[in-house]
């Protein structure tokens, strides 16, 4: 028997994807705000969905066409036009190329049609900022092999591959969004081995920098591409090493990384969530635009709300026609965001390199601090992500690729202590 929604006497908000670190973050603070929450899940048994958050939880597949029928279906019980947050790359694209027929029963908060797919997969993105003279690092977009063989010719390294865009399948072969590159045989062997799993495979210089060289900017844009709300931040560590995702940030102020965050939305006309993703070359100073997220909150907008900022708040009352809230505009506070589990694999992999102290680990935590995973309102998800752990692991394939290909980059740069450390830590793992 389907649930009655007749409770709920205002617009509600539909978190896609629950089953995600940005799906949950999003249930909660809409939650905080009193706005009523339903949510929709593809993996019943993953730990966010141990919230108690939510008015309900759907279950329905995500990444598909079956998406949009959970939503119809929905739709047609609902007594107010609900506003739709899509937390995943393939829900925002599926609720873009489906938006005629959900517009009647929600408030899809996107740009054009043809502004979500430019910015979503990388190769169009790429193409238009080389076209507009937006700062990007030299970039080869890898269709075939003949294309990879003359990227692999004329790329300095180590140099970056990732795909175009991350498909259900690379996700289910592989949690590594890119790989760094050390020569042009092991660019040529990654091609072979995952050209299959993605459209288009996209190589680039790499930029020389730390954990701390990179920045994002948090944003959402009304429909007349004003920019409510802006929120910077920085990394301080993330997970996987040198080409994952930050378990770490902090609060910051950039306005070179603002400024390039404006002109690229505001120059596509962009409507909605958006985010953007730089880093700071330490030879030259430069930053360089590493990719956009589009349409969807990020694991950070949690930080822009611990920081006093209104972030999911302003795009829904945007959506149905409420005042704006007032806290809006970034305080700089110096707030954080850790991913729990994530910063603490983090932690100890810096530590056995040695290059991360107990105390340099334990000064980095100082500070208003806001957390993915555990809260006193809705603990049981924390509890259940710490009893599996496996959404923060490396697959042991993975592990031993990148212990790999850092001996070889120790023996390339003539590192013999810091070498003899990876053999050690290798050694390790394999026993």
């Known amino acids: 028997m389907q649930p009655s929604y007749k409770n709920i006497k205002t617009s509600c908000a539909i978190v896609i994807g629950l089953d995600s670190v940005q799906g949950l973050q999003s249930a909660r603070i809409l939650a905080q705000r009193n706005v009523q929450v339903i949510a929709i899940a593809k993996d019943p048994k993953y730990y966010s969905c141990r919230t108690r958050v939510c008015q309900d939880i759907i279950f329905s597949d995500t990444n598909s066409e079956e998406l949009i029928e959970s939503l119809i279906a929905l739709g047609a019980r609902l007594d107010h036009k609900a506003v739709l947050f899509p937390c995943q790359d393939e829900s925002v694209l599926l609720v873009s190329r489906h938006r005629r027929e959900l517009e009647s029963r929600f408030h899809v908060v996107l740009p054009a049609p043809e ?120 990394k301080i560590r993330q997970w996987p090493p040198e080409t994952g995702q930050a378990c770490l940030a902090e609060e910051f102020r950039n306005d070179a990384v603002l400024q390039e965050t404006l002109r690229l939305y505001q120059g596509v006309k962009f409507r909605g969530l958006s985010y953007l993703e730089m880093k700071r070359d330490r030879r030259s100073g430069q930053y360089f635009m590493i990719e956009p997220n589009v349409g969807r909150p990020t694991g950070r907008a949690i930080m822009a709300e611990a920081g006093g900022i209104e972030l999911l708040y302003t795009m829904y009352c945007d959506a149905i026609g409420l005042p704006l809230p007032e806290n809006r505009e970034q305080k700089f506070t110096g707030v954080k965001w850790i991913h729990e589990l994530r910063d603490i694999q983090s932690a100890m992999y810096h530590w056995r390199q040695g290059n991360l102290t107990l105390t340099e680990w334990r000064r980095s935590l100082r500070g208003q601090k806001t957390r993915v995973l555990f809260s006193w309102r809705d603990p049981l998800p924390f509890f259940c992500a710490l009893l599996s752990a496996i959404p923060t692991s490396l697959s042991s394939r993975e592990r031993m690729s990148y212990q790999e290909r850092q001996l070889y980059q120790m023996d390339q740069m003539g590192g013999d202590s810091a070498k003899r450390n990876t053999q050690i830590s290798l050694s390790a793992s394999k026993s």
């Open 115 to 234: 502004t979500v797919e430019l910015l979503m997969h990388k190769a169009s993105f790429y193409r238009y900022a080389q076209k507009k003279g937006l700062a990007i690092p030299q970039t080869f977009i890898l269709e075939t092999r003949d294309e990879a063989e003359r990227a692999a010719q004329s790329l300095q390294f180590p140099c970056i591959l990732k795909p175009s865009f991350r498909s259900p399948e690379w996700n289910q072969y592989t949690s590594q969004k890119a790989f760094k590159v050390l020569s042009c045989e092991e660019l040529l062997s990654l091609y072979e081995e995952y050209h299959g799993l993605a459209d288009v495979l996209i190589a680039q210089d790499w930029i020389d920098g730390v954990d701390t060289d990179h920045f994002t900017c948090n944003c959402y844009f009304d429909a007349h591409s004003n920019p409510l709300v802006t929120f910077t931040s920085k």
